[in-house]
C-alpha cells in the first residue's frame, strides 16, 4: 500500500484540498474572516486546470449559493463557503435546495454574532444551523469537524450524505478549526463524475432531456396546497429516515463517569483537556461529542446518561445545543450550559471551574 | 513529552512564521503538533501571538490558559505572559525595549538579545531564528536537523539558498541565551 503522506495545514486549507481530490465539480464562494483561506487555496492550487473543477469568486454570498442551486440541479458536486453573515445571506437559497431536493454542501467557518459581530470564533449559528436556518420545514445535514484531519475527511462524507438523501449538507466549523494547523492526512484522489455517471446516478438532475423523457422539474414552488403537503410529508419522512441512519458521535471516558460534558467541534477539544485536567482533581467526568448537529444524537445522549449525575454543556455561545441535550434528557438528569460569547473561546481551566460550581459543588 | 508553548510579539517580528517552522520540525519528527495563532486585527500594530504544542501523544485543546514556555519579544507579551507559565516553566525574553523585566522566581527565565544579534548580522529577518535557536538550546524539543529539514519544507525554493544563513541565526541564538 502506498504510504499515506502526512502534511501539515490549516483547516480552511484542508476544505480546499480534500474537495479537489474528492471530485468535486465546482466552487463558488465570496471572501469572508474567518475562512479566506479557502477561497485562496483553491486559487493558488487552480484545481481548473487538473481535475476540471470549476472555481469562481461570486459578486456575494447570494449569488454563490444560488450558483451552487444551479450547478447541483445539474448533478454536479458543487459547494460554497463562507462565515456566520454570509451564511445568514444565504438561507434563502439554503431552504429553497431544501424545498427542491438538490443536493450541495455549505461550510459555514464561523465567527461570532449577532451582525456583522467579530472575526474572532464562536459556535453561535448552532439553532441556524440544526433548525433549517431559512423558511419553511427543513434540515440540512450538519456535520461538525473537531480536527483539520475530519475538515478534509466531512468534505466527501458531507457530499456522499447530501447526494445519498439530494439534501443540502453543511459543515459547520469554526475560527478555531478553520484557522489552527494541524497533522492531516489528505483523502485519495477521486475523479470527477462523467456527464454519463451523472446522469445514471442523478435520474432527477436537469442533464438534458433525451428523446421520450418526460422533463425534469427542480422548483419548490407548488402552488396547489394538496400537493405541497404531501411534497412536505415526503421531506419529512426522509428526515425521520435520516434521523434513524446517520447519526454520528464520539465518545471519550464515559464507563466510569458520574459527570458528562457534552460539547462538539473546537469546543469539544478544550473540553477533552478541561476532562483530563478535572480527572487529575478526582472528578470523574466523561465526554460526549455529537459530529451530526442535525441528526442530533439524542437517543445514544438518553442512553449513555443513565446513571450519571449531570451533564454539562459546553459551547461557545450563549445555550444553543443544550436545549436538544435537554429535551433528550428530559428532566431526568441537571444539565447545566457553560460558553463563551463575542469571540472569547474558553479555556480547559474554565470548563473545570464550570463543572466545579455548576455541577458538582462538593 | 509534551510542551505547550506560547510565542508573543510585535506584529511583523515573524512570530507566527516562527511558530510554523517549530511546529513543522515536530511534523519532520512525527510526533503530534499543533499551531494556533491568534488572528485578526492584533497582528496589525498591535501583539501577535500563536500557540504551539508539540507531542509525543495526541493533543487535545489547541487552546490554553497555562504553558510550559512563553517566549515574549516586547513588553506588552512579557506583561501578559509571564503569570501564565506553569511553575517550573520556562520564559524566553528579548531584553530589548524592555522596561520592566521578569519578576517570577519559580520559573526558569532566559534572556536572549536577538533583536542586537540580528543588528549585529545585519539581517533584521533572522530575528526569529536567533530566538529559536535560543529555545532549542534550552530546551531541546526538536532536533537542528529537523529545523533544518522544516525549512526546506516550508520556505519557498527561491529562498532555499537562504537556509544556512538562517541555520547560522539558530547556531547564535544557541550562543547568546543566559540564564536569569
Same mark, same amino acid.
Given at each position: 500500500?502506498?504510504?499515506?503522506?502526512?502534511?501539515l495545514?490549516?483547516?480552511?486549507?484542508?476544505?480546499?484540498?480534500?474537495?479537489?481530490?474528492?471530485?468535486?465539480?465546482?466552487?463558488?464562494?465570496? #471572501?469572508?474572516?474567518?475562512?479566506?483561506?479557502?477561497?485562496?487555496?483553491?486559487?493558488?492550487?487552480?484545481?481548473?486546470?487538473?481535475?476540471?473543477?470549476?472555481?469562481?469568486?461570486?459578486?456575494?454570498?447570494?449569488?454563490?449559493?444560488?450558483?451552487?442551486?444551479g450547478?447541483?440541479?445539474?448533478?454536479?458536486?458543487?459547494?460554497?463557503?463562507?462565515?456566520?453573515p454570509?451564511?445568514? =445571506?444565504?438561507?434563502?437559497?439554503?431552504?429553497?435546495?431544501?424545498?427542491?431536493?438538490? #443536493?450541495?454542501?455549505?461550510?459555514?467557518?464561523?465567527?461570532?454574532?449577532?451582525?456583522?459581530?467579530?472575526?474572532? #470564533?464562536s459556535?453561535?449559528?448552532?439553532?441556524?444551523?440544526?433548525?433549517?436556518?431559512?423558511n419553511?420545514?427543513?434540515?440540512?445535514?450538519?456535520?461538525?469537524?473537531?480536527?483539520?484531519?475530519?475538515?478534509?475527511?466531512?468534505?466527501?462524507?458531507?457530499? $456522499?450524505?447530501?447526494?445519498?438523501y439530494?439534501?443540502?449538507?453543511?459543515?459547520?466549523?469554526?475560527?478555531?478549526?478553520?484557522?489552527?494547523?494541524?497533522?492531516?492526512? =489528505?483523502?485519495?484522489?477521486? #475523479?470527477?463524475? $462523467?456527464?454519463?455517471?451523472?446522469?445514471?446516478?442523478?435520474?432527477?438532475?436537469?442533464?438534458?432531456?433525451?428523446?421520450?423523457?418526460?422533463?425534469?422539474?427542480?422548483?419548490?414552488?407548488?402552488?396547489?396546497?394538496?400537493?405541497?403537503?404531501?411534497?412536505?410529508?415526503?421531506?419529512?419522512?426522509?428526515?425521520?429516515?435520516?434521523?434513524?441512519?446517520?447519526?454520528?458521535?464520539?465518545?471519550?471516558?464515559?464507563?466510569?463517569?458520574e459527570?458528562?460534558?457534552?460539547?462538539?467541534?473546537?469546543?469539544?477539544?478544550?473540553?477533552?483537556?478541561?476532562?483530563?485536567?478535572?480527572?487529575?482533581?478526582?472528578?470523574?467526568?466523561?465526554?460526549?461529542?455529537?459530529?451530526?448537529?442535525?441528526?442530533?444524537?439524542?437517543?445514544?445522549?438518553?442512553?449513555?446518561?443513565?446513571?450519571?449525575?449531570?451533564?454539562?454543556?459546553?459551547?461557545?455561545?450563549?445555550?444553543?445545543?443544550?436545549?436538544?441535550?435537554?429535551?433528550?434528557?428530559?428532566?431526568?438528569?441537571?444539565v447545566?450550559?457553560?460558553?463563551?460569547?463575542?469571540?472569547?473561546?474558553?479555556?480547559?481551566?474554565?470548563?473545570?471551574?464550570?463543572?466545579? $460550581?455548576?455541577?458538582?459543588?462538593? | 513529552?509534551?510542551?505547550?508553548?506560547?510565542?508573543?510579539?510585535?506584529g511583523?517580528?515573524?512570530?507566527?512564521?516562527m511558530?510554523?517552522?517549530?511546529?513543522? /520540525?515536530g511534523? %519532520?519528527?512525527?510526533?503530534?503538533?499543533?499551531?494556533?495563532?491568534?488572528?485578526?486585527?492584533?497582528?496589525?500594530?498591535?501583539?501577535?501571538n500563536?500557540?504551539?504544542?508539540?507531542?509525543?501523544?495526541?493533543? /487535545? /485543546?489547541?487552546?490554553? /490558559?497555562?504553558?510550559?514556555?512563553?517566549?515574549?519579544?516586547?513588553?506588552?507579551?512579557?506583561?501578559?505572559?509571564?503569570?501564565?507559565?506553569?511553575? *517550573?516553566?520556562?520564559?524566553?525574553?528579548?531584553?530589548?525595549?524592555?522596561?520592566?523585566?521578569?519578576?517570577?522566581?519559580?520559573?526558569?527565565?532566559?534572556?536572549?538579545?536577538? %533583536?542586537?544579534?540580528?543588528?549585529?548580522?545585519?539581517?533584521?529577518?533572522?530575528?526569529? %531564528?536567533?530566538?529559536?535557536? *535560543?529555545?532549542?538550546?534550552?530546551?531541546?524539543?526538536?532536533?537542528p536537523?529537523a529545523?533544518?529539514?522544516?525549512?526546506?519544507?516550508?520556505?519557498?525554493?527561491?529562498?532555499?539558498p537562504?537556509?544556512?544563513?538562517?541555520?547560522?541565526?539558530?547556531?547564535?541564538?544557541?550562543?547568546?541565551i543566559?540564564?536569569?
Amino acid at each position: 500500500m502506498e504510504k499515506q503522506e502526512v502534511t501539515l495545514m490549516k483547516g480552511n486549507e484542508a476544505i480546499a484540498y480534500a474537495a479537489i481530490r474528492c471530485g468535486v465539480d465546482g466552487f463558488f464562494g465570496y #471572501p469572508i474572516t474567518p475562512q479566506t483561506e479557502i477561497i485562496e487555496t483553491l486559487a493558488q492550487l487552480k484545481p481548473w486546470e487538473t481535475t476540471g473543477m470549476v472555481v469562481v469568486q461570486a459578486e456575494s454570498e447570494v449569488a454563490s449559493v444560488n450558483m451552487v442551486y444551479g450547478a447541483a440541479g445539474a448533478g454536479k458536486r458543487v459547494f460554497t463557503t463562507s462565515s456566520s453573515p454570509g451564511v445568514a =445571506l444565504m438561507q434563502e437559497g439554503i431552504s429553497y435546495m431544501a424545498g427542491a431536493e438538490i #443536493p450541495g454542501v455549505i461550510v459555514n467557518v464561523q465567527r461570532g454574532g449577532p451582525g456583522l459581530g467579530t472575526i474572532q #470564533p464562536s459556535q453561535s449559528d448552532y439553532f441556524q444551523a440544526t433548525r433549517g436556518g431559512g423558511n419553511g420545514d427543513y434540515n440540512v445535514i450538519v456535520l461538525a469537524p473537531s480536527s483539520v484531519q475530519e475538515m478534509a475527511d466531512f468534505m466527501d462524507l458531507a457530499f $456522499t450524505l447530501a447526494f445519498k438523501y439530494r439534501n443540502p449538507a453543511m459543515i459547520l466549523s469554526d475560527g478555531v478549526i478553520g484557522q489552527m494547523m494541524e497533522k492531516v492526512v =489528505l483523502p485519495p484522489y477521486k #475523479p470527477r463524475r $462523467t456527464e454519463e455517471e451523472v446522469k445514471r446516478e442523478c435520474p432527477w438532475a436537469t442533464t438534458g432531456r433525451s428523446a421520450g423523457r418526460q422533463p425534469n422539474i427542480i422548483t419548490s414552488l407548488e402552488l396547489k396546497s394538496e400537493v405541497m403537503e404531501q411534497r412536505n410529508l415526503a421531506l419529512q419522512s426522509k428526515y425521520r429516515q435520516i434521523e434513524e441512519a446517520e447519526v454520528r458521535f464520539d465518545t471519550q471516558q464515559l464507563d466510569d463517569a458520574e459527570y458528562m460534558i457534552v460539547a462538539f467541534g473546537s469546543a469539544a477539544r478544550i473540553a477533552e483537556k478541561g476532562m483530563t485536567s478535572a480527572r487529575k482533581r478526582g472528578m470523574k467526568v466523561g465526554l460526549f461529542r455529537p459530529i451530526t448537529l442535525w441528526p442530533f444524537p439524542k437517543k445514544q445522549i438518553a442512553e449513555l446518561a443513565q446513571g450519571k449525575k449531570g451533564i454539562l454543556v459546553v459551547e461557545i455561545n450563549a445555550g444553543q445545543m443544550v436545549q436538544d441535550v435537554r429535551l433528550a434528557i428530559n428532566g431526568r438528569l441537571p444539565v447545566e450550559h457553560f460558553g463563551r460569547l463575542g469571540g472569547i473561546v474558553p479555556d480547559p481551566e474554565e470548563i473545570v471551574a464550570a463543572l466545579e $460550581t455548576k455541577l458538582i459543588k462538593e | 513529552m509534551k510542551q505547550e508553548i506560547i510565542i508573543a510579539g510585535f506584529g511583523g517580528q515573524g512570530v507566527l512564521s516562527m511558530g510554523k517552522i517549530l511546529a513543522y /520540525s515536530g511534523l %519532520m519528527e512525527d510526533k503530534e503538533v499543533t499551531w494556533m495563532p491568534a488572528y485578526g486585527p492584533e497582528q496589525r500594530g498591535g501583539t501577535a501571538n500563536v500557540t504551539v504544542i508539540v507531542s509525543d501523544e495526541r493533543i /487535545s /485543546s489547541p487552546i490554553l /490558559s497555562k504553558y510550559d514556555i512563553a517566549i515574549v519579544l516586547n513588553q506588552p507579551s512579557l506583561d501578559k505572559f509571564e503569570p501564565k507559565v506553569k511553575p *517550573g516553566g520556562i520564559l524566553i525574553y528579548d531584553g530589548y525595549g524592555i522596561m520592566n523585566p521578569p519578576t517570577r522566581t519559580d520559573i526558569a527565565v532566559y534572556r536572549i538579545d536577538a %533583536m542586537d544579534k540580528a543588528a549585529e548580522m545585519k539581517n533584521a529577518k533572522v530575528f526569529n %531564528m536567533i530566538v529559536l535557536g *535560543g529555545l532549542l538550546q534550552v530546551c531541546p524539543l526538536v532536533t537542528p536537523q529537523a529545523l533544518e529539514k522544516a525549512l526546506y519544507k516550508t520556505l519557498p525554493e527561491r529562498h532555499h539558498p537562504l537556509i544556512p544563513l538562517n541555520m547560522e541565526a539558530v547556531d547564535e541564538g544557541r550562543k547568546i541565551i543566559q540564564k536569569q
